[in-house]
């Protein structure tokens, strides 16, 4: 990535893909769809192995036309406002510390698949501006906790490492790119969870492989629509 964001022909996901390829996902971008695509890092050209885990890769792509990149910064960057963006997955969001282009902020997230699941985080913010047209942030968690009986009285979170294992870590990478009238946005997730323990399939697989992708579109169509209706 490092390599990526300070090559100005290599900024977006789609210039990495073959040329005939790239121009159909910019222009879908285009014309408002939101194009994602699952990644996969091997070492070596091999397979990374996690014993009792998975890892979760994804890239999404969206375009504002009319939307100034500092907008969009902007608005990823008000993190005491999340909890009222990407409602409801975000049930809270609180701004802790801001010093300079790093931010750290806390969220409540909450997702629903046949089982809800919420989960607080602590997280940490990076921004730099290689370019004048271009922007990127990198953001880890730093500590997530699954909560147990949420908003109720019994309201408790899991022992770190001691709990249901829907998500063990989330590292998210944005790109913004100030281009043919509007902006692109680009969201990187790479995320770990446990395994499936075998018999369970029915009831977390679905939840476990599906909602990265689906948490990428709805974070990335809930910003779009947030930067136009502003």
């Known amino acids: ?5 300070s090559m100005p022909d290599r900024f977006l996901w789609p210039s990495t893909l073959p040329a005939s390829e790239r121009q159909v996902r910019i222009d879908e971008a285009r014309q408002g769809a939101v194009v994602v695509q699952r990644l996969t890092t091997t070492a070596g050209g091999r397979p990374i192995d996690v014993p009792g885990g998975l890892v979760h890769h ?3 792509l969206a375009f504002l036309p009319g939307v ?12 005491d406002r999340h909890a009222r ?4 997955r975000v049930a809270r969001s609180r701004l802790l510390a801001h010093d300079g282009d790093t931010f750290v902020f806390t969220l409540r997230l909450v997702t629903t698949k046949a089982i809800t699941v919420v989960l607080d985080s602590h ?15 990198r953001i880890v968690s730093t500590r ?3 909560v147990e009986d949420a908003g109720t009285a019994r309201e408790r979170e899991k022992p770190i490492g001691h709990d249901s294992g829907y998500m063990w870590r989330l590292n998210t990478y944005w790109r913004f790119l100030a ?5 692109y946005i680009e969201c990187e997730s790479v995320s770990l969870t446990r395994d499936i323990p075998v018999g369970l399939g029915w009831l977390i697989g679905p ?3 599906s909602l990265p992708r689906e948490s990428l579109e709805f974070t990335l169509d809930t910003t779009r629509r947030a930067l136009r209706a502003n």
Do not use: C, K
Not at 1 to 5: A, K, L, P, Q, V
């Open 58 to 60: 994804w890239v999404g």
């Open 68 to 79: 100034a990149l500092d907008r969009a910064v902007a608005l990823l960057q008000d993190y």
């Open 123 to 137: 997280n940490e913010a990076h921004f730099t501006r290689p370019a004048a047209d271009r922007a990127f942030s």
């Open 85 to 88: 963006i990407y409602a409801p």
């Open 1 to 5: 990535m490092t390599g990526e964001i």
């Open 179 to 183: 281009r043919d009238g509007g902006t």
């Open 207 to 209: 939840f476990v492989t």
């Open 144 to 146: 997530i906790a699954e």
